[in-house]
């Protein structure tokens, strides 16, 4: 019998608020970048009775919300029974979707499940986001579903992964999605997990942010005005000059405001793999982060005891490393991002992909680059080892990188606003100099 989810006040298991559950491992794309490896589905993934009973475990521990993701969801044949389950224990009911195969009676019937919101990957204009998904057709099935979702009366939301292919093309990926009636926008920088670790050349330099992060501001104000809006994700931001905006939903129905304060993994966030395995958070290296599987160990047991899932609960600086020991925001900031560190060092505790080092390297004159040196392995949620070297700014053969100037402008933006261009790359000195006058000192600003 469906059960509702417990009562906060009398529930002494009360912990995770948000639960991103693989249904299964099959995808019907072939994603360059996946951090899954998804494709074939796991060899011992949870049956339906044993899925139910996961469904009926997380209302226990009081999960607010359950996000379906895989591979691709509703490859698994139970997944709308499943959906139904959730629904009906109280939980919000949301999916992450390539698209792909999505059809209009889908839409309607997961509309009749219960899902309020789904989120479509755009990962880029038609050609690199084709390429980037492994499916000739898959730019063209991706704003299908958007429609789809649309008509069906759900809200969607679209996300995308930043890095070489589809840095210069963001202002045109938010045309697109605000002539499709998206809503929401999460944007994330590629890192190198599952796929993305065999092709590091797709990888953005952590000294090309300063020309990413104007641009990313830019899009946030655009989406204030016309929708979508823009939600950088937790691997985006850390302390430069727009981080209380980029963790701002301004206008938004659900308005917050605030900045970074750490990871949420195991304390707000909670990651199922299709097999039953529990981690702290979905996209977290499997072999490092699993706590148990509900199989062997009930759900409030794992969540309680499992040191893999309450690694957040007991920080200290100390657990910090290289330079995210010595920042000024360690103690709050506590290393960025856990899963961006991890997959770049095998290691938390040192996120290369950070405004405010970006900014601190600039301001020195220096870039700080990140070079694999040991291959992932092959196995989904796998990492290789990088190392960082800080170089000087300047030399004949050194790398051009992302740059403003590469930026894809929609043509009517740029003749409503010819200084455009010129007006963020002054934000982006300006960043760099002020850094430099506040935090350097007037001696060595020369």
Same mark, same amino acid.
Not at 161 to 171: F, T, V, Y
Not at 197 to 220: C, K, M, N, S, T
């Given at each position: 019998m469906p059960i509702t989810a417990p009562d906060p006040v009398k529930s002494p298991y009360l912990r995770t608020t948000y639960a991103v559950w693989e249904l299964t491992l099959k995808c019907n794309l072939k994603c360059i970048h996946c951090g899954s490896r998804a494709g074939a589905k796991r060899p011992d993934e949870?049956?339906?009775?044993?899925?139910?009973?996961?469904?009926?475990?997380?209302?226990?521990?009081?999960?607010?919300?359950?996000?379906?993701?895989? /591979?691709? !969801?509703?490859? $698994? &044949?139970?997944? @709308?029974?499943?959906?139904? *389950?959730?629904?009906?224990?109280?939980?919000?009911?949301?999916?992450?979707?390539?698209?792909?195969?999505?059809?209009p009676k889908m839409a309607e019937e997961m509309a009749k499940a219960g899902f309020t919101g789904v989120s479509v990957s755009v990962d880029g204009l038609?050609?690199?986001?084709?390429?980037?998904?492994?499916?000739?057709?898959?730019?063209?099935?991706?704003?299908?579903?958007?429609?789809?979702?649309?008509?069906?009366?759900?809200?969607?939301?679209?996300?995308t992964?930043?890095?070489?292919?589809?840095?210069?093309?963001?202002?045109q990926i938010f045309t697109h999605l605000r002539d499709a009636g998206v809503y929401t926008w999460q944007l994330q920088f590629t890192v190198p997990m /599952?796929? !993305?670790?065999? $092709? &590091?050349?797709? @990888?953005?330099?952590?000294? *090309?942010?300063?020309?990413?992060?104007?641009?990313?501001?830019?899009?946030?104000l655009r989406g204030v005005e016309e929708r979508p809006y823009v939600y950088p994700g937790n691997n985006i931001g850390y302390f430069g000059p727009y981080e209380r905006r980029f963790?701002?939903?301004?206008?938004?129905?659900?308005?917050?405001?605030?900045?970074?304060?750490g990871s949420t993994a195991g304390v707000l966030t909670l990651g199922i793999e299709a097999d039953g395995t529990i981690k702290a958070d979905p996209s977290l290296p499997?072999?490092?982060y699993a706590g148990g599987n509900i199989r062997d160990t009930s759900l409030r047991e794992l969540i309680r005891e499992a040191d893999q899932l309450t690694f957040n609960d007991n920080f200290d600086v100390r657990d910090l490393w290289g330079f995210c020991r010595s920042c000024e925001f360690a103690e709050i900031c506590r290393g960025g991002d856990t899963w961006t560190a991890h997959v770049f060092f095998d290691r938390r505790g040192n996120n290369p992909y950070c405004h405010h080092r970006s900014l601190y390297h600039a301001a020195r004159g220096e870039r700080e680059l990140v070079q694999l040196r040991t291959r992932a392995c092959g196995v989904p949620f796998d990492n290789g080892v990088f190392g960082t070297e800080i170089v000087a700014e300047g030399g004949a053969e050194q790398e051009r990188g992302f740059t403003l100037d590469d930026v894809q402008w929609p043509e009517g933006w740029l003749g409503a606003d010819p200084e455009l261009?010129?007006?963020?790359?002054?934000?982006?000195?300006?960043?760099?100099?002020?850094?430099?006058?506040?935090?350097?000192?007037?001696?060595e600003a020369g």
């Open positions: 949870l049956s339906t009775a044993e899925a139910m009973d996961l469904v009926h475990q997380l209302a226990e521990v009081g999960i607010g919300e359950v996000s379906m993701i895989g /591979g691709e !969801a509703f490859l $698994r &044949p139970d997944w @709308l029974d499943i959906a139904r *389950e959730i629904k009906a224990c109280g939980m919000r009911l949301t999916m992450t979707t390539g698209g792909y195969g999505m059809t038609r050609k690199e986001h084709n390429l980037l998904r492994g499916r000739e057709r898959s730019w063209s099935w991706c704003f299908k579903a958007i429609e789809a979702i649309r008509n069906a009366g759900m809200k969607c939301g679209a996300n992964q930043i890095n070489r292919l589809s840095a210069p093309q963001l202002p /599952g796929n !993305a670790a065999d $092709r &590091p050349e797709l @990888l953005l330099q952590p000294w *090309e942010l300063g020309d990413v992060f104007p641009l990313i501001h830019y899009l946030w963790r701002t939903m301004e206008g938004h129905e659900t308005e917050s405001h605030g900045f970074w304060s499997t072999d490092d261009p010129a007006r963020l790359a002054g934000e982006r000195d300006r960043a760099i100099e002020a850094w430099r006058a506040t935090r350097i000192g007037w001696s």
